[in-house]
């Protein structure tokens, strides 16, 4: 099971996802997978995108699609029941915090021609820091690049050790869908 990163992550949106965000096709749909307590479902729905908020927890999901419109809110375990995705394509996707690696190329195929995919999370040498330290849930030196190599194009990268909102290693990128590079 992967940890929950909400309780000691910061309740205000990621500044990665805040300056990536305008990339999004105004009034966008934009999936926030393991929305969590939905700090960018709420951002993107007052910033007028259409969102899909998703995560395992049912009671914050119901939280979050009460608290704004043109949020849909759904519960879904990620790790272990289908995709609930199957067939759609969104304009933006958001993943902070959350590392499941055979959805990688579900995020990948979901993406709409020029949609955008924000993404941070954890990496190896975090476990200096905490949680999460099992290595599954850290991605490896340059991990996120070599998912969308061939399959998007790299915005901005970064990795390494930051201080706020709290120590720890990520690793953070923002990619688009070019024209004609669904996945098989």
Request: charged residues 20%.
């Amino acid at each position: 099971m992967i940890p929950d990163m909400t309780a000691h992550m910061n309740e205000r949106p990621s500044p990665w996802v805040e300056r990536f965000l305008p990339l999004i096709t105004a009034g966008g749909s934009v999936l926030d997978l393991a929305c969590g307590n939905g700090r960018h479902s709420l951002l993107m729905a007052e910033r007028g995108y259409r969102v899909d908020a998703v995560d395992r927890d049912a009671e914050a999901v119901a939280g979050i699609s009460a608290r704004a419109p043109g949020i849909t809110g759904r519960t879904a375990d990620l790790e272990s029941g289908p995709w609930p995705y199957h067939g759609s394509a969104f304009d933006g996707i958001v993943v902070t915090n959350y590392l499941y690696r055979p959805l990688l190329p579900m995020l990948l195929n979901a993406l709409e021609v020029n949609g955008v995919l924000i993404y941070e999370t954890f990496m190896v040498g975090n476990e200096r820091f905490g949680k999460p330290s099992n290595p599954a849930f850290l991605l490896r030196q340059g991990e996120l690049l070599d998912v969308v190599r061939r399959r998007l194009t790299v915005v901005a990268f970064e990795q390494g050790e930051v201080d706020l909102p709290r120590p720890a290693m990520v690793q953070r990128l923002c990619a688009t869908r070019r024209l004609g590079s669904r996945l098989p």
